[in-house]
């Protein structure tokens, strides 16, 4: 129930209360059924400082104006390296809103719920199909949180064999969640050098593999955006110390259709359904991080797990060895099926689409920018491709690059990351972008290449086409100033 009254848009009982107060200027409502009386003392007032005073139309325009500040994918080009940032099918978006599964009660018995049921245990056995795994779980709500929920069932694996290991391999490439997971779930984390050419050599795994290893967290395409060509030779060294192999599945949209992490020796990897299966992401969620198994941790799978019987589906939580539940109810429904619907509507011949499309306009770049842009990895990227700042003039840096980016109307590049490369621009346009798209960004790029020789203050000063200039971004970090309302 909505209603403008003088003193402001109305958006529900509650408010109605606000303005319909015996004695308030000129508007009147009808009796409420809810007497004023049934709030506590301290909570009754007149009035209320600084509430604004606005129309309905004050307030559309407010947050349309607002809306349209804002950048995302459907506004333009964003190739934030690492977060496959895709568009997404708006058709996932119509399939997540039909009444019979966006107003399922989460607390619905699982006869009444067979539909849901059998849309998650075919998500569950798609994404086992496209990454070689033997089962799947949908609980986790992120990546991330995935990764907790692989490190545990790792854990609880070496627990019911006897424990004692305690140590986990990581190399200098992955993302800052794999160690801070490792670290949650009790292991000393022992990060590992990868080669000049960018990925992990069995060498320097040989080496450090003792029987105080409960694995290696590998994230394979990595986050320089290369295959670790040396996987499955690591994979048997781990396994034959007697540990298993994590994978950092955040890069699955290099592979998907043409290779599968299950038969290159991995036990344990998460899926980050938002990325690669195409939910929007970015304001920071809701997301899934659906996690595939190797069958040795089948049984220490989140309970309740998906199953199938003669009865139909049900939520089965008799998992004597299971981690336990990671989630409240089930998990992220909704990117659930903006994920089943892809995996439906592209198929396995479309994933590979995907994949091999997503790695030819990442090299599509690199080659339009590599004699520009200093390349520190010079191999084939997969689906994304790490250049440094090092052949940037004038004394410009990444950060300058990146915010003169946004003057030419894009969304910056992931930037200082992966940290063993200094100055890192990380570019991903995954599948979704045409050759005139790209072809666009790299004509910004090479301009803005220039600038810094003939006009650096260009960079320095950028943004200059936007709302507010360049931020202190260390401020902004160490000091974040997050109440509303006027500041010191
Ligand atoms: C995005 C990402 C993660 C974390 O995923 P979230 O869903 O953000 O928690 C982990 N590793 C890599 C390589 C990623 O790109």
């Known amino acids: 129930m909505s209603r403008v009254g003088t003193r402001g848009l109305v958006l529900n009982e509650n408010l109605i209360f606000e303005v319909s107060t015996p004695g308030r200027r000129g508007y009147s409502l009808p009796e409420l059924d ?108 992120a990546g991330a949180h995935g990764e907790l929920a692989g490190m545990l069932m790792i854990r609880a694996w070496h627990e019911s064999r006897g424990g004692g290991r305690t140590r986990v391999l990581i190399p200098d490439t992955a993302h800052g969640t794999n160690p801070a997971t490792a670290a949650l779930c009790g292991f000393e984390v022992v990060p590992i050098a990868s080669s000049d050419r960018g990925v992990l050599t069995p060498e320097v795994v040989r080496e450090h593999m003792d029987d105080s290893v409960a694995g290696l967290m590998v994230t394979n395409p990595n986050t320089l955006g290369l295959f670790e060509t040396h996987i499955r030779e690591i994979c048997d060294i781990v396994h034959q110390g007697g540990g298993l192999v994590y994978c950092d599945g955040a890069n699955l949209n290099a592979l998907m259709g043409i290779a599968r992490p299950g038969d290159m020796g991995i036990d344990v990897m998460h899926f980050n359904l938002h990325k690669t299966f195409s939910t929007p992401h970015g304001g920071g969620g809701p997301g899934a991080g659906a996690v595939g198994v190797a069958k040795c941790l089948e049984p220490f799978l989140p309970a309740p797990v998906v199953v199938k019987t003669d009865e139909g589906y049900r939520l089965d939580a008799d998992r004597p060895q299971s981690i336990g539940r990671l989630r409240s109810f089930n998990g992220n429904f909704g990117v659930m099926i903006r994920a089943w619907a892809y995996l439906r509507s592209m198929g396995g011949d479309g994933l590979k689409r995907v994949s091999e499309l997503a790695v030819l306009n990442a090299n599509y770049i690199r080659a339009r920018l590599e004699e520009t842009f200093h390349l520190p990895y010079r191999q084939r990227s997969l689906h994304e491709v790490v250049f440094s700042d090092r052949q940037l003039g004038g004394d410009c840096h990444t950060l300058d690059l990146a915010k003169r980016l946004i003057d030419y109307g894009y969304h910056p590049p992931t930037i200082y990351f992966p940290l063993v490369v200094h100055g890192a621009i990380m570019i991903e346009p995954t599948e ?33 086409c936007t709302r507010t200039g360049r931020l202190d971004e260390t401020r902004a970090a160490r000091q974040p100033c997050l109440c509303w309302g006027p500041s010191e």
């Open 34 to 141: 809810v007497p004023p009386a049934s709030l506590p003392d301290g909570l009754v007032r007149d009035e209320v400082e600084g509430f604004p005073e606005l129309s309905e139309v004050d307030v559309v325009r407010h947050f349309t104006r607002l809306s349209t500040w804002n950048y995302g994918v459907d506004s333009g080009f964003y190739p934030l390296g690492s977060c496959t940032m895709k568009y997404n099918p708006k058709v996932n978006e119509v399939a997540c809103r039909r009444p019979g599964l966006a107003d399922l009660h989460p607390m619905t018995p699982d006869h009444l719920s067979q539909g849901a049921l059998e849309l998650m245990y075919q998500l569950q056995q798609g994404l086992a199909e496209v990454s070689g795994f033997s089962a799947v779980t949908l609980q986790p709500a």
């Open 432 to 464: 979704t972008e045409s050759k005139q798209v790209l072809d666009e960004f790299c004509d910004a790029m090479l301009a803005i290449a220039r600038e810094s020789e003939e006009n650096p203050d260009l960079l320095h000063e950028a943004p200059r």
